[in-house]
């Protein structure tokens, strides 16, 4: 069973948790490694961090993006899109504008690439084994790393043999792995370059309560950087652009909207 790490509530006997208005100020800055602020894995295509306490972008991404195999591989200039970010204009902050991607799925790998150049933003890559499930995020370019002229060579790519687009080397940033028995928790390690090795739970996820929308509404999915909310995401809208329905989610400043995109098509795999 796949266990959704518990939120405390005055019904358990634990403190109250942050209600969802609360949450949604993000007034933490987050200092991820794996996404400068202004960098992401989709910088190429304008995806980017913010950088400002309280300030947050839209992401919708398509539900159930492995559950779309073999629809979009041989027609990849023809999707609609499925994933698009409402950020600020990068030379005009008080304007907003849409950043969009589409996706090329199979039955193991999701493939994230920019809808205006083609450009690989991700790629979510499904290893299923007896007992476990494991999913890899990958990106096309070593995680940046301000002041380091010779970033390139701290973050070693993952062997082509094993993984790679186009025939091109793909970085690891992060994995997430699902037992077949037992319960576990849903969370993502992060890849650290210094160390050649994850980082173990720095991405968690957990249903949290909302008294909005009826008792029929979907309960939101918080999601926590090193226990510190970083994303609000919520299933089920059908917003405007976006074929099928979505994830509306809300991002913190300082989280690469890419991994959060990765991080849910993996927890769609789960039924969540």
Same mark, same amino acid.
């Given at each position: 069973?796949?266990?959704?790490?518990?939120?405390?509530?005055? @019904?358990?006997?634990?403190?109250?948790?942050?209600?969802?208005?609360?949450?949604?100020?993000?007034? !933490?800055?987050?200092?991820?490694?794996?996404?400068?602020?202004?960098?992401?894995?989709?910088?190429?295509?304008?995806?980017?961090?913010?950088?400002?306490?309280?300030?947050?972008?839209?992401?919708?991404?398509?539900?159930?993006?492995?559950?779309?195999?073999?629809?979009?591989?041989?027609?990849?200039?023809?999707?609609? @899109?499925?994933?698009?970010?409402?950020?600020?204009?990068?030379?005009?902050?008080?304007?907003?504008?849409?950043?969009?991607?589409?996706?090329?799925?199979?039955?193991?790998?999701?493939?994230?690439?920019?809808?205006?150049?083609?450009?690989?933003?991700?790629?979510?890559?499904?290893?299923?084994? /007896?007992?476990?499930?494991?999913?890899?995020?990958?990106?096309?370019?070593?995680?940046?790393?301000?002041?380091?002229?010779?970033?390139?060579?701290?973050? !070693?790519?993952?062997?082509? @043999?094993?993984? !790679?687009?186009?025939?091109?080397?793909?970085?690891?940033?992060?994995?997430?792995?699902?037992?077949?028995?037992?319960?576990?928790?849903?969370?993502?390690?992060?890849?650290?370059?210094?160390?050649?090795?994850?980082?173990?739970?720095?991405?968690?996820?957990?249903?949290?309560?909302?008294?909005?929308?009826?008792?029929?509404?979907?309960?939101?999915?918080?999601?926590?950087?090193?226990?510190?909310?970083?994303?609000?995401?919520?299933? &089920?809208?059908?917003? @405007? &652009?976006?074929?099928?329905?979505?994830?509306?989610?809300?991002?913190?400043?300082?989280?690469?909207?890419?991994?959060?995109?990765? /991080?849910?098509?993996?927890?769609?795999?789960?039924?969540?």
């Amino acid at each position: 069973m796949f266990k959704i790490f518990g939120s405390r509530s005055k @019904d358990d006997g634990g403190e109250k948790s942050a209600t969802i208005k609360e949450i949604e100020q993000f007034l !933490h800055v987050h200092e991820a490694p794996e996404s400068p602020v202004g960098t992401s894995l989709g910088s190429k295509g304008g995806f980017t961090t913010l950088g400002k306490s309280g300030e947050t972008q839209k992401l919708y991404v398509t539900e159930k993006l492995f559950a779309h195999a073999f629809t979009d591989v041989l027609h990849l200039n023809k999707c609609p @899109d499925t994933v698009r970010a409402i950020t600020k204009h990068p030379k005009e902050p008080k304007k907003k504008i849409a950043i969009t991607a589409k996706t090329a799925n199979d039955k193991d790998r999701v493939t994230m690439v920019s809808q205006k150049t083609g450009d690989l933003f991700c790629v979510v890559q499904q290893n299923i084994h /007896l007992t476990r499930q494991t999913y890899h995020i990958y990106g096309g370019e070593p995680m940046p790393k301000p002041g380091d002229k010779n970033q390139k060579h701290a973050h !070693h790519p993952a062997p082509v @043999d094993k993984v !790679h687009h186009h025939g091109k080397a793909l970085f690891p940033y992060a994995k997430a792995e699902v037992k077949s028995s037992g319960t576990i928790h849903l969370s993502l390690d992060v890849y650290d370059p210094a160390d050649h090795a994850y980082h173990p739970d720095v991405y968690t996820v957990e249903r949290i309560s909302s008294s909005s929308g009826g008792w029929l509404a979907s309960k939101p999915f918080l999601v926590k950087r090193l226990g510190i909310p970083a994303a609000l995401l919520k299933k &089920g809208d059908f917003p @405007d &652009g976006i074929t099928c329905p979505a994830w509306n989610c809300t991002i913190g400043p300082g989280i690469d909207p890419i991994l959060i995109t990765g /991080l849910i098509a993996i927890m769609d795999t789960q039924n969540l």
